[in-house]
């Protein structure tokens, strides 16, 4: 399969945001990390970070993959710009989160692009991209063999 992992906000100060909310590694290590587990198993990763929620928009919908894995940051709190992007394109979307944003701030609480993702995966640092990429796997597995 070919993924699409967009990050969001400040997600290129990981490294140098609480360890204990996002884990150690940097935006780079992290990419390595899943790119090494999709070579690992056959598949594709294709990496795009922005500050910035147009180009999120843009690259939505733009993108050119089997699967998207999408960590809008603070974004996925008030950015009904990528809800609706979501909502309009056909390739499927995973909502991840390196913490877990259920049991942090009440304003983190919220996710406006809940309703327009095929699933969420929070709270596993690192692994959370990795628990989705196998999740979409499942998925197409379990649909070729229907």
Same mark, same amino acid.
């Given at each position: 399969?070919?993924?699409?992992? #967009?990050? /969001?906000?400040n997600?290129?100060m990981l /490294?140098?945001r609480?360890p204990?909310?996002?884990g150690?590694?940097?935006?780079n290590?992290l990419?390595?990390?899943?790119? /090494?587990?999709? &070579?690992k198993?056959g598949?594709?990763? &294709?990496?795009f &970070?922005?500050?910035h929620e /147009?180009?999120?928009v843009d690259?939505?919908q733009?993108?050119d993959a089997d699967?998207?894995?999408?960590?809008?940051?603070?974004f996925t709190?008030y950015?009904?710009?990528?809800?609706?992007?979501?909502?309009?394109?056909?390739v499927?979307v995973c @909502?991840v989160?390196?913490s877990?944003?259920?049991l942090? @701030?009440?304003?983190r609480k919220f996710?406006v #692009? @809940?309703? %327009? %993702?095929?699933f969420? %995966?929070?709270g596993?640092k690192?692994d959370?991209?990795?628990?989705?990429i196998n999740?979409?796997?499942q998925?197409?597995?379990n649909?070729?063999?229907a």
């Amino acid at each position: 399969m070919k993924f699409l992992i #967009i990050n /969001g906000p400040n997600m290129n100060m990981l /490294g140098k945001r609480d360890p204990s909310l996002y884990g150690n590694m940097t935006l780079n290590e992290l990419n390595n990390f899943i790119d /090494g587990f999709c &070579q690992k198993n056959g598949d594709e990763a &294709q990496f795009f &970070q922005s500050n910035h929620e /147009g180009d999120i928009v843009d690259k939505l919908q733009s993108a050119d993959a089997d699967a998207i894995l999408l960590n809008a940051a603070a974004f996925t709190h008030y950015s009904y710009a990528i809800h609706d992007a979501i909502e309009c394109i056909s390739v499927p979307v995973c @909502e991840v989160h390196l913490s877990d944003p259920s049991l942090r @701030e009440a304003f983190r609480k919220f996710s406006v #692009i @809940e309703d %327009v %993702v095929k699933f969420t %995966v929070k709270g596993l640092k690192q692994d959370s991209y990795i628990e989705a990429i196998n999740q979409f796997k499942q998925s197409k597995t379990n649909k070729a063999q229907a």
